[in-house]
Every structure is written in C-alpha cells, then in structure tokens.
C-alpha cells in the first residue's frame, strides 16, 4: 500500500483528498495525522510492512524554531526506514493555493492591497522562507510586521483567508469551498465579479487546473508509484 501523511485537517485534508481522487485514481491512502507532532508520533510507532510506502506532506517552514526541530527529527526517523518513508519537499497547503496563478481572477476577489501583497511574498520566497530583503513595498512589510508570532506559514494561512474570503472559495473550513471543485459561482453580470469567471466552468475540470499548477506539480512529482 502506499500512504500519504498530511498534519493538514478540513480543508487541507479535503484538498489532498480530491489531489488522490482527480489525479492518483485513489491510489493512496489518505490520512491526516492532525500535526507536525501527530506525524513524528505515528511515525514512531509505525511498523512497515513490505511493499509499503509512505508519502509525508509535513509543513516546512524554517522561520518557525520549533518545526525545524521537529523537521530535523522527522529527518532522521524517515532516513532509518531505507527510503520506505519519503518527506515532500513543501511548505504548507495554504503556499499551494496562494501560488496558483489563477487565484485572483477566479475568486474576484477586489482587494488590491492583498493582490498586490501576493505578488511581492510570492516573488520573495526563498528556501522555505519570505526572505524579507527581497521585499521593497512599504504596506507589505508593514501587514508582515503586523504578525505578533511571524512565521511564513502564518502569512501565507492569513493572506490566503483574505483573498477567497467568499466561503464559495474558502480554503479555511471543514471542506474546500464548494467553487474549486462544483460547477458553480460563475458570473456572467459584469457588476457581480464577487465569483470571478473561471476560463473552465466544469467543477471537476477547475480542480485538475488547480492539481496540475506548477507549485501542486512539484509536490506530486516526488510521488512515483
């Protein structure tokens, strides 16, 4: 069998769940181990039969101390399983979403300020990081400095809140909003943008645009069956 761990609940979860469904034909086994934490503890206990094998999606960021601790532990407890426990390189879900190139245009969303705040983490991320040095745009440092416990994963989740704040396109709740993967929020009325317009309007077809983006796309690919 082949299983992929994810600390990601709700939303996340749901997304990793239809990325099996649309594009690995069900072939993973999903399961969400609730944390970092939760990850290191099953991986602990964890007794690999043979043929298994185990895809983590562990949220890496490297300006939070205590996930690189627990990195560098996840690290070592996977390179003693002989390559029968893979780590995907990534950062988090909310990154995955925040980079897809036709976030703005299908949420509609109308907030200029956190389009262009998008724009300038997105062109600053540098080895698991907002490098701030490469960001010039006053208003960005100054929502970056807003942060009380900064970490880029927290950026990224409060950003991302802001920009598919319509629960239609809410990556926050339980489920994904139900606009990523149903056929709805399509507006036709040039005042009504709220939805945005999707240059595909089949639900399941938006899902495998989002599936097959160049960030999702690079997570994937580390996953050979």
Request: aromatic share 10%.
């Amino acid at each position: 069998m082949k299983y992929f761990w994810t600390e990601d609940t709700g939303a996340g979860l749901h997304f990793w769940k239809l990325v099996n469904q649309l594009f690995f034909e069900n072939a993973l086994v999903i399961e969400s181990k609730e944390s970092n934490q939760g990850i290191l503890d099953a991986l602990s206990d964890l007794n690999i039969k043979e043929g298994d094998q185990y895809y983590i999606a562990f949220d890496h960021v490297v300006d939070n101390q205590d996930v690189r601790n627990k990195y560098r532990l996840l690290k070592i407890m996977a390179k003693k399983t002989e390559g029968k426990v893979m780590i995907l390189d990534m950062i988090c879900f909310e990154y995955l979403i925040l980079a897809f190139d036709q976030l703005v245009s299908w949420t509609g969303t109308g907030k200029a300020d956190k389009i262009k705040m998008r724009e300038e983490i997105l062109s600053a991320i540098e080895d698991h990081r907002i490098n701030l040095a490469k960001i010039n745009d006053e208003k960005t440092l100054q929502y970056l400095a807003g942060f009380k416990r900064y970490s880029t994963e927290r950026v990224m989740k409060a950003l991302i809140g802001e920009l598919t704040e319509n629960e239609k396109w809410s990556v926050k709740g339980t489920l994904m909003g139900e606009c990523w993967y149903k056929d709805c929020c399509v507006s036709e009325h040039p005042d009504h943008l709220r939805c945005g317009k999707p240059e595909v309007e089949k639900g399941k077809e938006k899902m495998r645009h989002l599936i097959q983006s160049e960030k999702v796309q690079m997570v994937l690919n580390q996953i050979f069956y």
